[in-house]
């Protein structure tokens, strides 16, 4: 399976309303000449609207830090310092106590300062093309959605519990971050600013995939559907998505076909 299959069994099977999107941190200047970036951003912008164009409007990007316009963003890509003066004062408004607002984003999920020279955001199918390996898969998800992708990268990574890292806000920089770094899936509500700049709208769920795992996890998906007959996990299994939900078991909610 490649990325260009896993990114339409997604979409598919679980009828997500936006695109996969593949994420690379690039640690070598040497790779962003040859990065197939489609469109680049006219002003700095935030991290979230990066990956809102990439998921809804299938734009391949480059972020360099000096695009970045998040300030809650760049410390987790390690394209600053944290400081008391500025990340200490940006969470007092979430968590009120100084001590604690300058804890918060001390703990967050970080790249080392200086190690990443920005960030490559594209629609997951277009990493065939370009012959990378995504870091992190994006995948913007109402909760159902997100039960099953969940399943299916347990299933297929041969774990049995997910324990999921959130933060008084950077839900999606951090959120990735945390994928990437501790190899596992992680997701996430949104946070004030996914909800604004990202469109995170209130239904939706941020997951995030390891790069690396992705691709068992679609296989695992796949492995149910030739095996069940179908995506769905409600009741016993194998319908169509999303499946019929009403009272599983229940012996008066029978149908049957009609004979012609």
Known sequence: MNYT????????????????????????????????????????????????AARSARHSLFMPPER??????????????LTREVDGKNHEKYLLDPDLSWQAPQEKARLDVGACKGIFMAPLDKFDEAGLEPHVVFMMVVPFQAYHIMNDYMGGTGKCNLPLFCTPNSAVCSGSVYAYKNNTLNMTTMCAG????????????????????IL?????????????????????????WPGLDVCSGCPMVKFEEVEK
């Not at 970045?68 to 310092?81: E, I, M, S, T």
């Not at 695992?220 to 194998?238: A, D, N, V």
Request: proline share 5%.
């Open 5 to 52: 299959e896993a990114h339409n069994a997604f979409i598919w099977n679980f009828r997500l309303d936006y695109d996969p999107v593949g994420i690379r941190y690039i640690f070598d200047e040497d790779e962003i000449e040859s990065l197939p970036v489609t469109h680049k951003s006219k002003a700095k912008i935030s991290y979230c609207m990066y990956l809102a």
């Open 68 to 81: 970045l316009q998040c300030k809650n963003a760049q410390p987790v890509f390690g394209f600053r310092d």
């Open 194 to 213: 996914s909800k604004a700049s990202g469109k995170t709208e209130m239904n939706y769920m941020n997951v995030f995939v390891p790069g690396n795992q």
């Open 216 to 240: 068992d996890t679609a296989a695992q998906l796949q492995k149910r559907i030739e095996t069940t007959g179908g995506p769905s996990l409600l009741g016993k299994g194998g319908q169509a």
